[in-house]
């Protein structure tokens, strides 16, 4: 499942959560550090291992 990046508008604290895509789309996140639902969803670096060599 996908790692997702927030931050809260109200504490402004940064949080992440995993979570599947449906959860994401239903859109009910809370900080868990002030239980606010008022987040941003942040952008987010990743990396993807393959068996290709480069």
Known sequence: ???YV???RDCH???????RMKELEEGHI???HCQ???VEQMVAAF???T???S
Do not use: D, I
């Not at 604290?13 to 979570?19: N, S, W």
């Open 6 to 8: 927030f931050q809260c």
């Open 51 to 53: 068996s290709k060599k």
């Open 30 to 32: 809370r900080c868990p």
């Open 36 to 38: 606010s639902s008022n």
């Open 1 to 3: 499942m996908p790692v």
């Open 13 to 19: 604290k940064e949080f992440t959560l995993v979570l």
């Open 47 to 49: 990396s993807a291992v």
